[in-house]
């Protein structure tokens, strides 16, 4: 079974600066994907970003920027020139590669609330 | 397209009472997920459907909760009877293929009392 953890329960950060949320992962897969996913007080799940584990190269999303280490299994988050609209839970999740039609579960990490100060 | 749709946005009711959420998929989507949030245990997967066929319901809670999908428009998720317990906010998601990027629902707040 995979396990996500998140390590900050809360951050925040002032407006303009850049953030850098963590999580880990365990996993005895070699093919996944890993998401940020972000939940607004609206409470929609909105996809941040991904990263396909067979990628070397960090994904990236404007703002939003990736630090994916496969062998330390760690996927950090990096939001630059952070905005008070950033405001949110943020979730960690893992999808592993699935070639018959079981694919396509999320495991969420426990997540970690970014608050954005003017 | 409108998104997932769910309803109700909240419900609140009485201890043993049925409860019945109701979800629409985007369109064309063929992989449809319930999830449950808590503080306590996060986002908990709970059942799993493709193509209108449940794959992986090793995350009901128990058998008071059921699941169906008659249609690829439509899954509903029920509590019977409910419990204090059961209080929390329930997600849909759709996807297309393999992997796909979840659509997430707006969720539905339950308060069983």
Redesign the interface.
């Known amino acids: 079974a995979q396990t996500v953890t998140q390590s900050q329960p809360e951050m925040s950060v002032q407006e303009a600066e850049t953030v850098t949320l963590s999580c880990t992962y365990d996993t005895s897969e070699n093919n996944y994907y890993l998401f940020w996913y972000k939940q607004p007080p609206s409470r929609q799940m909105i996809l941040v970003i991904r990263q396909e584990a067979y990628k070397q190269q960090n994904a990236t999303e404007n703002r939003f920027s990736v630090n994916f280490q496969k062998a330390a299994k760690s996927f950090s988050l990096k939001i630059s020139d952070s905005q008070l609209g950033d405001t949110a839970m943020y979730f960690c999740a893992f999808m592993k590669h699935s070639r018959r039609n079981a694919g396509n579960m999320l495991t969420f990490g426990g997540g970690t609330r970014l608050m954005v100060k003017p | 397209d409108a998104g997932v749709i769910q309803s109700p946005r909240h419900e609140v009711t009485e201890m043993g009472q049925e409860v019945t959420l109701r979800c629409k998929p985007i369109s064309g989507h063929d992989?449809l997920?319930w999830y449950r949030q808590t503080m306590m245990r996060?986002?908990e997967?709970l059942i799993?459907f493709?193509?209108n066929v449940p794959?992986?319901d090793s995350g009901m809670p128990e058998d008071r909760f059921s699941a169906k999908m008659p249609n690829a428009s439509f899954s509903t998720l029920k509590i019977q009877p409910s419990e204090p317990r059961d209080s929390a906010?329930y997600?849909c998601?759709s996807?297309f293929g393999?992997?796909?990027?979840?659509f997430?629902?707006?969720?539905s707040?339950l308060t069983v009392l």
């Open positions: 992989y997920f996060g986002l997967l799993y493709n193509n794959i992986d906010v997600f998601a996807s393999e992997p796909g990027e979840l997430f629902g707006e969720g707040r």
